[in-house]
């Protein structure tokens, strides 16, 4: 079993469409998370932390269960801007910080 | 901010020959990353240093790749020889304290 896993996709949603992201990861001593949005054929980049609390940011709500060890993105109203590969990323420390990186979803928005 | 710089940007190889990568990380990072990313997958770690100490080369295959960040500036990430499955993206990324991991615009590897 690989320690990120997410939702396999593709996701093709219309304009306006709320989406959710699903990502589970193995390790329980996992400490801090992150979701990264990568366009095609461009570098991957930080789209936002995910925090105990759940945080938002514009559209975009990020979540966290620890329990479950689960996290979630949700995309509200979206845009055709926002089609890319959403990828979720869980960071690890032991000696130093080991950064994993899930397989990632793609999202098209269509018109 | 000067952002992380990887060149060249594309390269083209015939399968067994050699190719290198360099990596120069943002002004400050102590640690640098090399990822492998095949076309439809996520980034897979191959090296990662803190200065320029190795921390996880676990999944780097040895036989093949090397990688060195001489002062713990600058990085070379190197294949030798190249087979057609390392035909890929290949990332650099850094991080400081505090921050997250930035990366390059990464290299395309084509081997033939």
């Known amino acids: 079993r690989k320690e990120v896993e997410q939702d396999p996709g593709p996701f093709n949603v219309p304009e306006g469409a709320t989406v959710a992201f699903n990502c589970t990861y193995s390790?329980?001593?996992?400490?801090?998370f992150f979701w990264y949005r990568q366009d095609c054929r461009k570098e991957p980049k930080l789209l936002m932390s995910v925090y105990s609390s759940g945080n938002e940011d514009g559209r975009f709500t990020a979540q966290l269960n620890r329990a479950s060890q689960y996290i979630s993105l949700l995309i509200r109203d979206s845009k055709l801007s926002d089609s890319a590969t959403y990828l979720c990323?869980?960071?690890?420390?032991?000696?130093?910080?080991?950064?994993?990186f899930g397989p990632g979803t793609s999202l098209s928005v269509i018109p | 901010e000067a952002g992380v710089a990887q060149s060249p940007r594309y390269k083209i190889i015939e399968k067994r020959q050699s190719v290198a990568f360099w990596c120069n990380p943002i002004s400050g990072h102590a640690t640098l990353y090399w990822y492998q990313q095949i076309l439809g997958q996520g980034p897979k770690l191959l090296i990662q240093?803190?200065?320029?100490?190795?921390?996880?080369d676990s999944q780097l295959p040895k036989d093949r790749f090397s990688a060195e960040r001489l002062k713990g500036v600058d990085s070379t990430l190197k294949i030798q020889p190249a087979k057609l499955e390392d035909s890929a993206v290949y990332l650099c990324?850094?991080?400081?304290?505090?921050?997250?991991?930035?990366f390059g615009q990464g290299t395309r590897l084509t081997v033939v």
């Open positions: 240093f803190q200065n320029n100490g190795v921390v996880d």
């Open positions: 990324a850094s991080e400081g304290a505090n921050t997250e991991a930035f």
């Open positions: 990323v869980v960071n690890r420390v032991t000696s130093y910080d080991k950064v994993i």
């Open positions: 390790n329980s001593a996992s400490q801090s």
